[in-house]
Protein backbone atom coordinates (compact mmCIF):
# COMPACT_ATOMS: atom_id res chain seq x y z
CA UNK A 1 0.00 0.00 0.00
CA UNK A 2 1.28 3.65 -0.57
CA UNK A 3 0.28 6.30 1.56
CA UNK A 4 1.54 10.13 0.66
CA UNK A 5 4.60 8.79 -1.30
CA UNK A 6 5.18 6.29 1.47
CA UNK A 7 5.45 2.39 0.67
CA UNK A 8 3.63 0.82 4.05
CA UNK A 9 4.11 -2.90 4.73
CA UNK A 10 3.52 -4.81 8.02
CA UNK A 11 5.90 -5.89 10.05
CA UNK A 12 5.50 -9.24 12.44
CA UNK A 13 8.23 -7.72 14.27
CA UNK A 14 6.26 -4.33 15.54
CA UNK A 15 4.87 -6.46 18.69
CA UNK A 16 4.64 -5.10 22.41
CA UNK A 17 5.33 -7.25 25.37
CA UNK A 18 4.16 -5.19 27.50
CA UNK A 19 0.39 -5.74 29.37
CA UNK A 20 -1.76 -3.80 31.30
CA UNK A 21 -4.28 -4.68 33.99
CA UNK A 22 -7.84 -4.79 32.35
CA UNK A 23 -9.78 -3.51 35.14
CA UNK A 24 -8.17 -1.46 37.99
CA UNK A 25 -9.47 -0.06 41.21
CA UNK A 26 -7.60 2.85 43.19
CA UNK A 27 -7.58 0.95 46.29
CA UNK A 28 -4.97 -1.86 46.47
CA UNK A 29 -6.96 -4.07 48.43
CA UNK A 30 -9.81 -4.62 45.89
CA UNK A 31 -7.45 -3.87 42.98
CA UNK A 32 -5.16 -7.33 43.83
CA UNK A 33 -8.25 -9.49 43.57
CA UNK A 34 -9.50 -7.61 40.67
CA UNK A 35 -5.90 -8.70 39.03
CA UNK A 36 -6.69 -12.39 40.08
CA UNK A 37 -10.42 -12.22 38.32
CA UNK A 38 -9.93 -9.85 35.12
CA UNK A 39 -6.40 -10.47 34.75
CA UNK A 40 -3.77 -8.61 32.08
CA UNK A 41 -4.32 -8.14 28.35
CA UNK A 42 -1.84 -7.09 25.68
CA UNK A 43 -1.26 -3.24 25.39
CA UNK A 44 -2.29 -1.69 22.30
CA UNK A 45 0.36 -1.66 19.78
CA UNK A 46 -1.10 0.99 17.41
CA UNK A 47 1.42 3.47 17.35
CA UNK A 48 4.31 1.21 16.31
CA UNK A 49 6.05 2.36 13.25
CA UNK A 50 9.20 2.45 11.58
CA UNK A 51 10.32 4.83 8.33
CA UNK A 52 13.52 3.79 6.83
CA UNK A 53 13.78 5.33 3.25
CA UNK A 54 11.31 5.50 1.36
CA UNK A 55 9.37 2.29 3.45
CA UNK A 56 7.36 2.31 6.65
CA UNK A 57 7.04 -0.72 8.91
CA UNK A 58 3.90 -0.64 10.95
CA UNK A 59 2.02 -2.78 13.40
CA UNK A 60 -1.07 -4.62 11.90
CA UNK A 61 -3.65 -2.19 14.12
CA UNK A 62 -2.03 0.63 12.64
CA UNK A 63 -2.31 -0.54 8.98
CA UNK A 64 -5.92 -1.18 9.57
CA UNK A 65 -5.97 2.35 11.26
CA UNK A 66 -4.33 3.70 8.07
CA UNK A 67 -6.53 1.52 5.77
CA UNK A 68 -9.68 3.24 7.55
CA UNK A 69 -8.71 6.55 7.22
CA UNK A 70 -7.66 6.31 3.62
CA UNK A 71 -11.08 5.17 3.02
CA UNK A 72 -12.75 7.50 5.00
CA UNK A 73 -11.07 10.25 2.70
CA UNK A 74 -11.54 8.37 -0.20
CA UNK A 75 -15.94 8.51 0.27
CA UNK A 76 -15.59 12.70 0.85
Known sequence: ??????NIF???F???DEYEQVRRH???RIN???KKRYGFRRKDD???MVVIGNAAYVSQGL???IQREVAKHEKD
Open 32 to 34: KKW
Open 14 to 16: MKT
Open 10 to 12: ISP
Open 1 to 6: MIYNGL
Open 63 to 65: YKK
Open 46 to 48: MAK
Open 26 to 28: KRN
